[in-house]
């Protein structure tokens, strides 16, 4: 068996010039190809004389999984690529001609890598099933050989041509009418208070929806503190449904909202309001704590209710818009997004503020708000961080003392 040598690294990389970097990563890009070569016709060679009689093994995946350290799934691509590049051997011992001959040889010369070898073997596998033998090599000769110096753009190129050629017609045409779209939500509230989504969307629906969360569940960038985003993928998800949601509210023409974010109605006493101790009755289904009222209540419509002793109801008054749409788009001007340090959300994913609230007698004007996400809203509410406004009108933050001893204020530098 003849050794593979390595290309030789020199003894202080960081000198290298660029054209010696880039003959290096070339050196051992084919060197690795030309390894993976070899590997594949070991592993044909142990298809073709049978696993379970060599080793003992139902399948030669499942061998080579537990030779390589791998899961199953990540031998099976290996494997199946092997047996598709290399001729094989039956159970009687005639010879199975390879899937692809002419890419396996382009292989063997560390000309092109898995991920090109992959996209031959698909193309191949969707030529009509009517296909003669000769065609179908007379194809694969032309994608192993384009394969040398093509990239994937250029064999998804040449797989249309192939297609139009063997199978001009096309596929039969559909219904010329389309079916309506099928999308189901269900939504219902468990016993422990959360609630409980449930759908199953078309692929067009689905696509978008998909595109929309993956756009806001992307994680927070590392702060000036050092602190990553340690949300889990559906967490992300979550909160980023939780965005959307505030955006579709917020929208002037929102049925039932008139552009606020509060659609639910909170009924909470005031002192509990003022102390943030105690619970609130949120839409009459449930109940919140009297902290998150809170900070519902910064940016929202607010319709005051007295009750008696017994809850009854004695005066509903008219509704007053907390935060105006001229004072909103001042504070979209001055504060460009959320105001927190390194934060680099938009202002239309962010929430009006109160510093001091109005509930302990702050007023609503722009010196009295800032505009911040959600997710910081919630951290200045529950957490130890402080906001403040500074002596030229322009809000600054207060880390807690344990990322900062001496509590030095913080602006958001990147709005």
Same mark, same amino acid.
């Given at each position: 068996m003849s050794e593979t040598v390595l290309p030789e690294l020199p003894q202080e990389l960081w000198r290298a010039g660029k054209l010696e970097l880039a003959h290096g990563v070339q050196q051992f890009l084919q060197v690795m190809r030309v390894a993976s070569a070899g590997l594949g016709r070991y592993l044909a060679e142990i298809e073709s004389r049978g696993v379970k009689d060599l080793f003992g093994y139902g399948t030669t995946i499942r061998w080579f999984a537990d030779v390589a350290g791998l899961s199953f799934k990540e031998a099976r691509p290996v494997v199946n690529q092997a047996i598709a590049l290399n001729p094989t051997r039956a159970l009687d011992g005639t010879e199975v001609p390879a899937?692809? &001959?002419?890419?396996? !040889?382009?292989?063997?010369?560390?000309?092109? *890598?898995?991920?090109?070898?992959? @996209?031959?073997?698909? =193309?191949?596998?969707?030529? &009509?099933?009517? /296909?003669?033998?000769?065609? $179908?090599?007379?194809?694969?000769? =032309?994608?192993g050989n384009l394969a040398r110096d093509a990239g994937p753009r250029q064999l998804a190129d040449a797989e249309a041509n192939l297609l139009a050629w063997l199978d001009p017609d096309g596929n039969? %045409?559909?219904? %010329?009418? &389309?079916?309506?779209? +099928?999308?189901?939500?269900?939504?219902?509230? +468990?016993?422990?208070?959360?609630?409980?989504?449930?759908?199953?969307?078309?692929?067009?629906?689905? !696509?978008? /929806?998909?595109?929309?969360?993956?756009?806001?569940?992307?994680?927070?960038?590392?702060?000036?503190? *050092? @602190? !990553?985003?340690? $949300?889990?993928?559906?967490? $992300?998800?979550?909160?980023?449904?939780?965005?959307?949601?505030?955006?579709? =509210?917020?929208?002037?023409?929102? %049925?039932?909202?008139?552009?606020?974010?509060?659609?639910?109605?909170?009924?909470?006493?005031?002192?509990?309001?003022?102390?943030?101790?105690?619970? !609130?009755?949120l839409d009459f289904v449930g109940t919140v704590t009297a902290r998150e009222a809170r900070m519902a209540a910064c940016?929202?419509?607010?319709? %005051?209710?007295?009750?008696?002793?017994?809850?009854? &109801?004695?005066?509903?008054? #008219?509704? #007053?818009?907390?935060?105006?749409p001229g004072q909103r788009r001042a504070l979209n001007i001055r504060d460009r997004g959320c105001a927190f340090p390194g934060c680099h959300r938009r202002p239309k994913n962010c929430h009006a503020h109160h510093i001091h609230h109005w509930a302990d007698g702050g007023l609503t004007d722009l010196r009295n708000l800032v505009l911040l996400c959600s997710f910081h809203h919630r951290l200045i509410h529950h957490g130890d961080w402080q906001v403040r406004m500074a002596a030229d009108g322009l809000p600054e933050f207060i880390p807690p003392q344990y990322l900062d001893p001496l509590r030095r204020s913080r602006r958001n530098t990147h709005a």
């Open positions: 899937v692809a &001959p002419t890419t396996g !040889a382009v292989a063997a010369e560390g000309l092109v *890598g898995v991920e090109r070898i992959q @996209q031959i073997l698909e =193309i191949l596998a969707k030529l &009509p099933a009517d /296909t003669s033998v000769e065609d $179908r090599e007379s194809a694969e000769k =032309i994608l039969e %045409p559909k219904d %010329p009418e &389309p079916k309506e779209p +099928r999308r189901e939500v269900t939504l219902e509230r +468990r016993k422990d208070g959360f609630w409980k989504l449930t759908g199953l969307l078309d692929d067009e629906l689905g !696509a978008r /929806t998909a595109a929309a969360l993956e756009a806001y569940a992307k994680p927070r960038p590392v702060d000036e503190f *050092g @602190q !990553a985003d340690l $949300r889990m993928k559906c967490e $992300r998800l979550g909160d980023a449904w939780a965005e959307l949601l505030d955006l579709a =509210i917020a929208c002037p023409d929102q %049925p039932g909202t008139s552009g606020y974010r509060t659609l639910v109605h909170v009924t909470i006493g005031l002192d509990e309001l003022k102390t943030g101790i105690g619970k !609130a009755c940016d929202c419509l607010m319709l %005051p209710v007295v009750m008696n002793a017994a809850g009854e &109801p004695l005066d509903v008054g #008219r509704l #007053r818009r907390f935060v105006t």
